[in-house]
């Protein structure tokens, strides 16, 4: 399909700079395909839901990962900033390096915020658009914790063009059931939730169950192809294991609905359902790239956030409720004053039938 198919016009006053607060009180368009619009709110998943119903929250935890400092190089010094967006090893992160060019490989770079002994890595490779390899001499939870101490909550770039990085961001831009280091960007329908909403949820008979995608800085790169033929998917490592897949598929047999808290969820989700058509468990990277005409095995429900024009995530909401459906529900938030992006308000969207689910 034509990536130009997805594109549509959003007002700059839109995006939200902040979330709403409390987190849970922001707003929620429900979207069922050949049905009217519904204008709710957050706590309205109390009688949106089912008892019975299953909720897969992706528990990644995000690690400030945006570092700056200098670049050394015999007497001569520069300033440079990364945003870390996949770690390769216990040692080693794929990066984004500003100003790309200053770097040669092996620099030996000192990174951190003055506030302690820096944190020491080398550039062992150099990529395209500005991607460089770090390896680091700490390892491990070591060199997590050194990340924490010296690093800066990465922002999404549509965030921090206009705003500066608040130390609220620290709070704002992590999940209440964060548990797994290892992300560089939000699972961001999942900031909309407190532990009051969930205990309520869990009060009814709506489970919650945990995956992990460690969710990449690759999720916010433009779409540079004209065809989404063309284009060639970030990867993300991922996570279900083999008594959560029990516990979804026990759900699912008892007439109960997987609702997705995210697309990172359902990313992961989709990717474990797919070589058998049935929901399995799975470890390791993946790479899917869902457009209309995906047929959906696992998730029947999706909670997220308004995302960007001719975005991947995007063409992802379009193919679970159809391109049309999405494009008008769209339309509906931006006349309704709805706050788009990662600290915006978010979406229940109901799956659309595929030709073959019935075959």
Not at 148 to 159: D, F, V, W
Not at 203 to 217: C, I, P, Q, S, Y
Request: hydrophobic share 40%.
């Amino acid at each position: 399909m034509r990536v130009s198919e997805f594109d549509f016009d959003l007002p700059e006053n839109l995006i939200a700079l902040h979330p709403a607060e409390p987190r849970d009180s922001a707003r929620l368009l429900v979207v069922r395909p050949g049905k009217p619009f519904e204008d709710r709110h957050i706590p309205d998943l109390k009688t949106l839901l089912r008892p019975g119903d299953v909720l897969v929250v992706n528990d990644t935890r995000v690690l400030p990962a945006e570092l700056r400092g200098t670049r050394v190089r015999g007497e001569v010094r520069a300033n440079v900033s990364f945003n870390l967006h996949k770690r390769v090893d216990a040692r080693t992160w794929r990066a984004f390096a500003r100003p790309a060019k200053k770097l040669h490989l092996l620099d030996r770079l000192e990174l951190g915020n003055g506030e302690a002994e820096p944190l020491i890595a080398r550039v062992a490779g150099k990529g395209e658009t500005g991607e460089v390899t770090l390896e680091f001499e700490l390892g491990g939870a070591q060199l997590d914790e050194a990340i924490k101490s010296h690093g800066a909550m990465p922002l999404p770039p549509y965030i921090g063009a206009k705003r500066a990085v608040e130390e609220r961001d620290k709070v704002d831009y992590q999940t209440v059931y964060a548990a797994e280091d290892g992300a560089v960007a939000a699972p961001t329908a999942g900031l909309h939730f407190t532990e009051k909403l969930l205990q309520e949820l869990a009060n009814m008979d709506v489970a919650m169950e945990r995956v992990t995608l460690h969710v990449g800085a690759g999720t916010f790169l433009p779409m540079k192809a004209d065809d989404t033929e063309d284009h060639v998917m970030h990867s993300e490592w991922g996570e279900i294991d083999q008594a959560t897949v029990e516990r979804i598929n026990a759900r699912r047999a008892a007439g109960g609905r997987v609702i997705a808290v995210g697309t990172t969820s359902l990313r992961l989700l989709e990717t474990a359902s797919r070589a058998t058509g049935e929901l399995k468990p799975f470890m390791g990277d993946t790479d899917i790239f869902i457009t209309p005409g995906f047929r959906f095995r696992t998730v029947d429900v999706l909670m997220t956030n308004f995302h960007l024009p001719k975005s991947t995530l995007f063409m992802l909401v379009s193919a679970f409720s159809g391109l049309e459906t999405m494009k008008a529900a769209y339309a509906h938030a931006i006349g309704n004053g709805y706050r788009f992006y990662s600290y915006g308000d978010s979406s229940l969207l109901h799956r659309a039938p595929h030709p073959e689910d019935d075959a």
